[in-house]
């Protein structure tokens, strides 16, 4: 039987009256990987400073929000010294070096010195820093910059990691680099929550995943699940209006924006009669992603 | 319905009180000394340079002041804004910038410590700063022969206590600013005149009445008078409500600094 190390239900939260997180309830199981997606404003970051007791939850009946055995609005100390935390912006002491910055926070949780040391070494080594040990933070790369503050969140072994959109802004390599450690911390135990903009991200991490719009959940489950059970299988995206008006677009699910058509497909011989007029510049036809069902259930206007 | 499935709690003993606040103390006194000498020069220059200029300057047209030569009355009295400046500098643009610019404290408080940690363990930096700075400036006054007690000594242990306390003060005012040119009024309208009015550059005794009731409020009054009684060894039981008041003054205004600015982290 799987364990759980966060159990949630029914968590709300106003601030004043507008309202950030609708009655969010979830479940995430020991060693796997949660995601909290949704575009800006749904509530993302609320519902993980909800975890942690940084943002206090409204005290409706019938709330219960459970991280690795308690409560956040009376253990914070506890569940903070449990889990790591990752914040969206990377708040690095800037005039310290990098192990420098990695002892004040082993300070932080009371770890006597020489185990401070001996853990500053493995994460400098996990997190591909050990080079990097004595340099200032403003001689880092901000990729150099991210993988420190996830190894800040590390130092003191957490049971629970908890990233709010861990690879914002990085490039490729690093970003994969950064996913092959969550894989490998997943594998030791760790529960890891993240929050994330990137569909490929959460394809390629979560075990189990949520989609969040205007602070409701509006899909839960595995991505490829979710995928499979809420999308066709292709989709072929018409890139040159020009020829929108020619497309027989019967016995697919359409779509339209300003600048493509979009029909949704099982079969892809089926698609691929659709493009047999067209140039091979006008159309890309393509297995459906994490990305297309996400557009499909929040809607593609701008959400701020 | 089925019972709920709660997580199995990991028994767990975050670090204890002292320990957290050490903690913070020390982030801070690491950060501070990466840049000690830029940090601490001017402070403690300074009192030199206005006792130099004030002092024998106008010292020589002042005379005596309750017996005492004009110089010997402002050293000892320019030992206490040390602790002042210092603690609201910090506590306010300093408190300010890791608050809102460096996201220093989201940090911390993501790490096992609270926001009442995080408080307090800063009033105790910008304490122990107090006492650095009055150690500093009240050993260059000794040098030059402007510190007549041996009781001067103790001096020191009076600036932790007023660091604090303007700390507590710095910190609660810093809990209503929202834009950081906002502390051009607590430091121009409030530190300037405490500097003027609470008998550090002149005695107070012969300010009119109502004037001398409201220099009875400034913290600043309480600490320059006690750290006077300490450079001439002068103590009377009076001193007693000076030390009631700076501890009673910090108490409240750490604790509504403290409550306020919990606000403004915990949402």
């Given at each position: 039987?799987t364990?759980n190390a966060?159990?949630?239900k029914h968590a709300t939260?106003h601030?004043g009256?507008?309202?950030?997180?609708?009655?969010?309830?979830f479940?995430?199981n020991?060693?796997?990987?949660?995601?909290l997606?949704?575009p800006?404003g749904?509530?993302?970051t609320?519902?993980m400073?909800?975890?942690t007791?940084r943002v206090?939850?409204?005290?409706?009946n019938?709330r219960?929000?459970?991280?690795?055995?308690?409560?956040?609005?009376k253990?914070?100390?506890?569940?903070?010294?449990?889990?790591?935390?990752?914040?969206?912006?990377n708040?690095l002491d800037?005039e310290?070096s990098?192990?420098?910055n990695l002892y004040?926070?082993?300070k932080?949780?009371?770890?006597?010195h020489n185990?401070a040391?001996r853990?500053?070494?493995?994460l400098l080594e996990?997190?591909?820093?050990?080079?990097?040990?004595?340099?200032?933070?403003?001689?880092?790369s901000?990729?150099?910059?991210?993988?420190?503050?996830?190894?800040r969140?590390l130092?003191?072994?957490?049971?629970?990691?908890?990233?709010?959109?861990?690879?914002?802004g990085?490039?490729?390599q690093?970003?994969?680099?950064i996913?092959d450690?969550?894989?490998?911390?997943k594998?030791?135990?760790v529960?890891?929550?993240?929050?994330?903009?990137?569909m490929?991200?959460?394809a390629?991490l979560?075990?189990?995943?949520?989609?969040?719009?205007?602070?409701e959940?509006?899909?839960?489950?595995?991505?490829r699940?979710?995928?499979?059970?809420?999308?066709?299988?292709?989709v072929l995206e018409?890139?040159?209006?020009?020829v929108?008006?020619?497309?027989?677009a019967k016995?697919?699910?359409t779509e339209?924006t300003?600048g493509?058509?979009m029909l949704?497909g099982?079969?892809?011989?089926s698609?691929e009669?659709v493009?047999e007029?067209?140039?091979a510049?006008?159309?890309?036809?393509?297995p459906v992603?994490?990305?297309?069902?996400f557009?499909?259930?929040?809607?593609r206007?701008?959400?701020? | 319905m089925?019972?709920?499935?709660l997580?199995?709690r990991?028994?767990t003993t975050?670090p204890?009180?002292?320990y957290r606040?050490?903690?913070v103390w020390?982030?801070?006194?690491?950060v501070?000394?990466?840049?000690?000498?830029?940090?601490?020069?001017?402070?403690?220059?300074?009192?030199l340079?206005?006792?130099?200029?004030?002092?024998?300057g106008?010292?020589?047209y002042?005379?005596l002041?309750?017996?005492?030569?004009?110089?010997l009355?402002?050293a000892?009295?320019?030992?206490?804004?040390?602790s002042?400046?210092t603690a609201?500098?910090?506590?306010?643009?300093g408190?300010?910038?890791r608050?809102?610019f460096?996201?220093?404290?989201?940090?911390?408080?993501?790490?096992?410590?609270?926001?009442?940690?995080?408080f307090?363990?800063?009033m105790?930096?910008v304490?122990t700063k107090g006492?650095?700075?009055?150690?500093a400036?009240?050993?260059?006054f000794?040098?030059f022969g402007?510190?007549p007690s041996?009781?001067a000594?103790?001096?020191p242990?009076?600036?932790?206590?007023?660091g604090?306390?303007?700390?507590a003060?710095?910190?609660?005012v810093t809990?209503?600013?929202?834009?950081?040119?906002?502390?051009n009024?607590?430091l121009t309208g409030c530190?300037?005149p405490?500097?003027?009015?609470s008998?550090i550059?002149?005695p107070?005794?012969?300010?009119?009445?109502?004037?001398q009731w409201v220099?009875?409020?400034f913290?600043?009054t309480?600490?320059?008078r006690?750290?006077?009684?300490?450079?001439?060894g002068?103590?009377?039981?009076?001193l007693?409500?000076?030390?009631l008041?700076?501890?009673a003054?910090?108490?409240?205004?750490?604790y509504?600094?403290?409550?306020r600015?919990e606000?403004?982290l915990?949402?």
């Amino acid at each position: 039987m799987t364990e759980n190390a966060i159990y949630v239900k029914h968590a709300t939260k106003h601030f004043g009256d507008f309202k950030a997180v609708d009655n969010l309830s979830f479940e995430v199981n020991k060693a796997t990987c949660f995601g909290l997606l949704g575009p800006n404003g749904a509530g993302k970051t609320t519902m993980m400073k909800m975890l942690t007791g940084r943002v206090r939850s409204d005290s409706d009946n019938g709330r219960i929000i459970n991280v690795l055995g308690y409560d956040p609005a009376k253990n914070e100390l506890e569940i903070r010294y449990l889990a790591g935390i990752v914040p969206q912006e990377n708040n690095l002491d800037v005039e310290l070096s990098v192990s420098q910055n990695l002892y004040i926070y082993s300070k932080f949780y009371g770890l006597p010195h020489n185990v401070a040391s001996r853990r500053i070494s493995e994460l400098l080594e996990f997190m591909e820093l050990t080079e990097k040990k004595e340099a200032r933070i403003r001689e880092l790369s901000g990729g150099m910059q991210r993988r420190l503050v996830i190894a800040r969140a590390l130092i003191n072994s957490p049971h629970l990691l908890i990233l709010d959109e861990p690879t914002t802004g990085l490039d490729p390599q690093v970003r994969q680099a950064i996913w092959d450690k969550m894989r490998m911390l997943k594998k030791t135990g760790v529960t890891i929550v993240l929050t994330t903009h990137y569909m490929d991200e959460a394809a390629q991490l979560c075990d189990d995943l949520i989609i969040m719009h205007k602070g409701e959940k509006i899909l839960q489950g595995h991505p490829r699940a979710l995928i499979s059970k809420n999308l066709e299988t292709y989709v072929l995206e018409i890139l040159n209006t020009d020829v929108f008006s020619t497309i027989e677009a019967k016995g697919f699910r359409t779509e339209e924006t300003a600048g493509r058509l979009m029909l949704y497909g099982d079969r892809l011989s089926s698609l691929e009669t659709v493009t047999e007029p067209l140039n091979a510049g006008d159309f890309f036809l393509r297995p459906v992603n994490l990305e297309d069902l996400f557009l499909k259930v929040t809607g593609r206007n701008l959400h701020d | 319905m089925t019972e709920a499935v709660l997580p199995q709690r990991i028994v767990t003993t975050p670090p204890p009180l002292a320990y957290r606040l050490y903690s913070v103390w020390y982030r801070h006194i690491r950060v501070y000394c990466k840049h000690l000498i830029s940090n601490g020069f001017p402070p403690f220059v300074e009192p030199l340079f206005f006792l130099a200029g004030v002092g024998l300057g106008l010292g020589h047209y002042v005379g005596l002041i309750d017996g005492t030569p004009y110089l010997l009355f402002l050293a000892s009295g320019m030992i206490a804004p040390s602790s002042m400046f210092t603690a609201a500098f910090e506590c306010t643009f300093g408190t300010f910038i890791r608050l809102e610019f460096d996201k220093a404290y989201d940090g911390m408080v993501s790490a096992s410590i609270t926001v009442t940690d995080l408080f307090v363990g800063e009033m105790l930096f910008v304490g122990t700063k107090g006492f650095f700075f009055t150690l500093a400036v009240m050993s260059v006054f000794t040098v030059f022969g402007l510190v007549p007690s041996y009781f001067a000594i103790l001096t020191p242990l009076v600036g932790f206590f007023a660091g604090m306390m303007f700390g507590a003060l710095s910190l609660f005012v810093t809990s209503f600013v929202k834009t950081i040119n906002h502390f051009n009024f607590f430091l121009t309208g409030c530190l300037t005149p405490m500097f003027f009015f609470s008998g550090i550059v002149f005695p107070i005794t012969n300010l009119p009445e109502w004037i001398q009731w409201v220099s009875e409020v400034f913290p600043l009054t309480h600490s320059a008078r006690l750290i006077r009684a300490c450079c001439f060894g002068q103590f009377s039981s009076l001193l007693f409500f000076d030390i009631l008041f700076m501890v009673a003054f910090t108490i409240v205004f750490g604790y509504l600094a403290v409550s306020r600015l919990e606000k403004r982290l915990i949402q």
